[in-house]
């Protein structure tokens, strides 16, 4: 899974980055301080790992994970190239999903873009300037579709249709993804319109950049965000750049001592990747021996044969079936040995929909 990172300069997306990936990019205090995109791969927390290698000991364990790539500071007027603007956008159209990073603290050392702090005032300027990149896409496309479709050719007409559906919805000054939630498009039309690169199809989680003494997001600010989440079917997770980027350079010991003093239980990548993994609709299975403990990541509702191919291509091909227990059976039981005689140990065929935290045998044919 690849995330973006985007906001205004100077909401603090750098430093959120540097502390969940401890990559070490600048974040010094003036816009587009970030140029080039940076990428980082993050581990996504999940206790039922160590729970696994407790009663299985293996000689690695692999986490999910998660792709950060921190795209420049975005300001008014980037659609139309203003502060580099065209180039930042085009990193947009290859993620996954965005997080906005909001900036709901004020700070006179720290310089606002434009000058005051109002997170709904930013995220309308980021929102704009995507829609309007998006309107254009759609406008040059449609030239070309319009073209194509007089041929008769059926896939240019369903592609011309497509676009003719976005055109209005943009021009209304709506992102795509509303679009989408609205159930108006068919499965063919969803998976087509993935080809089209639209940054505002992509789901968005909104990550309120909150100050030391809000670090729950239970200020103003981070309620109006809210407020704008709820009415777009979106989320919010407030966090405290400044502090993780603290926790970061922390041993273990330090930094659940700091967590427990601000009331907090765990850092923020955790509650990020979970409100991640929500938002794109996804969810971890387990394989387990004494190789290798390792957590893949598959869309809520994969079958088992789908779940394989995870893995390797070739194991959603030549699937046969699954052997499958829960980490919950171990827990209880200690062993697999233990799972298969209390007859916990389930065989599932191609049609079983893997459940979170399924722990998961493949048998494949040759």
């Known amino acids: 899974m690849e995330a973006g990172i985007v906001g205004l300069p100077n909401v603090g997306k750098s430093t959120l980055f540097n502390a969940l990936t401890a990559a070490g990019i600048p974040s010094e205090n003036f816009p587009f301080c970030t140029i080039e995109p940076n990428v980082g791969v993050v581990p996504v927390p999940d206790d039922r790992l160590a729970v696994i290698t ?3 000991p293996p000689q690695k364990c692999i986490p999910a994970s998660l792709r950060l790539v921190d795209i420049a500071g975005i300001v008014k ?10 180039k930042f956008l085009s990193h947009i159209r290859n993620v996954d999903a965005i997080l906005h990073v909001v ?19 930013d995220i309308e300027v980021i929102d704009t300037e995507l ?5 254009a896409t759609v406008e040059g496309a449609l030239t070309k579709a319009k073209r194509s479709a007089k041929s008769g050719d059926k896939e240019a007409k369903a592609r011309l249709a497509l676009l003719e559906k976005c055109q209005p919805v943009l021009s209304e000054g709506k992102p795509i993804r509303t679009l989408i939630a609205s159930g108006a498009l068919d499965e063919h039309e969803l998976k087509a319109m993935k080809s089209f690169g639209l940054i505002t199809a992509k789901q968005v989680l909104y990550v309120a950049n909150v100050d030391e003494d809000d670090v729950t997001g239970a200020g103003e600010l981070v309620a109006r965000v809210r407020a704008r989440a709820d009415e777009e079917g979106g989320a919010v997770v407030p966090v405290c750049a400044k502090l993780e980027s603290e926790l970061a350079e922390l041993d273990e010991a330090d930094r659940a001592e700091m967590l427990e ?7 923020a990548l955790a509650s990020l990747a979970r409100a991640a993994y929500a938002l794109l609709g996804l969810q971890s299975y387990f394989t387990a021996g004494e190789q290798e403990v390792r957590a893949w990541t598959t869309p809520v509702g994969a079958t088992a044969p789908q779940a394989a191919g995870v893995i390797h291509t070739d194991f959603e091909a030549k699937f046969i079936r699954a052997e499958v ?3 919950d059976d171990l827990q209880q039981h200690e062993n697999e040995k233990s799972i298969r005689e209390a007859g916990k140990m389930r065989a599932e065929g191609k049609a079983y929909v893997v459940q979170d935290g399924d ?8």
């Open 54 to 56: 407790k009663y299985i």
């Open 77 to 86: 007027g980037a659609s139309d190239g203003e502060g580099l603007g065209n």
């Open 103 to 121: 900036r709901c603290f004020e700070d006179d050392d720290i310089v606002h873009v434009d000058g005051s702090v109002d997170p709904i005032r």
């Open 131 to 135: 829609m309007l990149s998006d309107l």
């Open 261 to 267: 003093s601000v009331g907090l239980t765990e850092p």
């Open 325 to 327: 227990y829960t980490v």
């Open 359 to 366: 722990v998961m045998h493949f048998l494949t044919g040759a």
